[in-house]
């Protein structure tokens, strides 16, 4: 079977467009391929944390993945920072990458646009993310179109080392999903859903109670006219509140769009609010379960135990490809 590797930083509440974009996506994967998912507690550090926040939103985040239906005993669900052969690999690939190719990455210039210091961790993080990757030998790593860059430059690191040290990693393909990949904003549809916005509004929590999501919904904009109709170049709004509905329905868009013929937006946002409060609704009462029996802890830990069998096989050759005494 193929791996799959990918992770979501604790940073922020995790957002609808999470869980469409990724966590159901990861809940597919797994029952096919060798999966890990991890919480990339490594990654958050690169911007400063509060630790006790940091804490708190790494096993909130883990016990998400959980309640949205990951199945522990068919992937691996850690914390990045309990397999250490994440930053010992991740420091090797910094001295295969260049100041050039990460004064390139976009995340970069917009993390650090405007401040007066920036951490050197911001800078280099890319080696460890495709780190997080190679660790693994991973075949395949769900990403969203921002994301991209990174996956090329961990392809690039990659060849460059299987070209000085000999053939050893593979290239890692990234997994897109051509439907729901990318849930945008409720008040801007050309911005994605993000768990950093600072307008609460813009988005809908995986945790907002059923009254929020309506509130959210309600006032969420739309585009003039008042046809229900999927059109992402002209209907931006209404096309990424028709792909909510669809992804969390299970109907087709056109059967969204046929649904809503001849009804303006008011019924369709209403109905829409009520078709994601009972999609939430399974995954809030699991998580609450998960984080009240405390089963979070030994799950992370059996994860990071099978993570780390294979993160070790993978570092013990590149060690010895490079060049390192054997311990």
């Given at each position: 079977m193929k791996r799959v590797l990918s992770g979501i930083q604790p940073s922020g509440k995790l957002t609808l467009g999470n869980y469409i974009g990724a966590l159901k996506n990861f809940v597919t994967l797994q029952h096919d391929h060798v999966c890990n998912f991890m919480v990339v507690d490594l990654h958050a550090i690169t911007v400063p944390q509060n630790p006790a926040d940091l804490r708190e939103q790494s096993e909130s985040v883990a016990a998400l993945f959980v309640a949205a239906g990951i199945d522990p005993a068919k992937a691996n669900v850690y914390m990045q920072s309990h397999v250490r052969q994440h930053a010992q690999l991740g420091w090797m690939l910094t001295t295969l990458t260049s100041m050039g190719e990460l004064e390139r990455m976009t995340q970069f210039k917009d993390k650090s646009a405007g401040k007066e210091s920036v951490g050197a961790g911001l800078f280099v993080y890319p080696a460890l993310m495709a780190a997080d990757i190679l660790i693994y030998n991973a075949d395949l790593v769900p990403v969203g179109e921002d994301q991209k860059q990174h996956l090329e430059l961990t392809r690039d690191l990659a060849g460059r080392f299987n070209s000085r040290?000999?053939?050893?990693?593979?290239?890692?393909?990234?997994?897109?999903?051509?439907?729901?990949?990318?849930?945008?904003?409720?008040?801007?549809?050309?911005?994605?859903?993000?768990?950093?916005?600072?307008?609460?509004?813009?988005?809908?929590?995986?945790?907002?109670?059923?009254?929020?999501?309506?509130?959210?919904?309600?006032?969420?904009?739309?585009?003039?006219?008042?046809?229900?109709?999927?059109?992402?170049?002209?209907?931006?709004?209404?096309?990424?509140?028709?792909?909510?509905?669809?992804?969390?329905?299970?109907?087709?868009?056109?059967?969204?769009?046929?649904?809503?013929?001849?009804?303006?937006?008011?019924?369709?946002?209403?109905?829409?609010?009520?078709?994601?409060?009972?999609?939430?609704?399974?995954?809030?009462?699991?998580?609450?379960?998960?984080?009240?029996?405390?089963?979070?802890?030994s799950i992370l830990r059996q994860g990071a135990e099978k993570a780390s069998e294979m993160a070790e096989k993978t570092l013990t050759d590149v060690q010895q490809l490079m060049g390192f005494l054997p311990y």
């Open positions: 040290y000999g053939e050893y990693f593979k290239m890692p393909e990234p997994y897109i999903p051509k439907v729901g990949a990318r849930i945008m904003s409720l008040d801007d549809a050309s911005k994605k859903m993000s768990k950093s916005n600072p307008n609460p509004g813009s988005m809908i929590a995986l945790l907002d109670t059923p009254d929020e999501i309506r509130k959210k919904i309600s006032r969420a904009t739309t585009d003039s006219g008042r046809e229900v109709r999927f059109d992402p170049a002209n209907k931006p709004e209404v096309s990424n509140l028709i792909t909510i509905y669809s992804q969390c329905s299970g109907l087709s868009v056109a059967e969204v769009e046929a649904r809503y013929e001849g009804q303006m937006y008011g019924p369709f946002k209403k109905d829409l609010a009520e078709v994601v409060v009972s999609e939430l609704e399974p995954l809030q009462q699991r998580y609450r379960d998960i984080r009240q029996s405390g089963e979070i802890r």
